[in-house]
């Protein structure tokens, strides 16, 4: 029975470490940008949060499952979702975001057809 298990948990360790860390790497963006609506430099800010997050949890995901899992393959799901997930986040939170408010006219537009 010991066996089957730790057969188990190496084979789904990087599928959940992919899950875990495309989690991780997602929520800075998405709060960085959901919150600010200011900034030139807000992506590329929000982009490298994720992707710091995104390493520093795959590496906490090695350092746990190293005796378990094997090792290489945690690092390949982990750098795989560390690139991709930030840009989930940003883009959940630019559509998540309201709309710009309606441009007011001004007086000449009000006053020609």
Known sequence: MHGYV???VSEVSPGIALAVVAFLAAVPP???LS???RGRARSAIAYLLGLGAGL???VVS?????AHADAQAIVAAGFLASFFS???GMLRAKW?????PPRRKTIMEGYSR
């Open 86 to 88: 930030p840009f989930f």
């Open 62 to 66: 090695v350092a746990t499952l190293r």
């Open 56 to 58: 520093a949890a795959t």
């Open 96 to 100: 998540q975001r309201k709309g710009r």
């Open 30 to 32: 998405y709060l960085a």
């Open 35 to 37: 919150q600010t609506n």
């Open 6 to 8: 730790s057969s188990l």
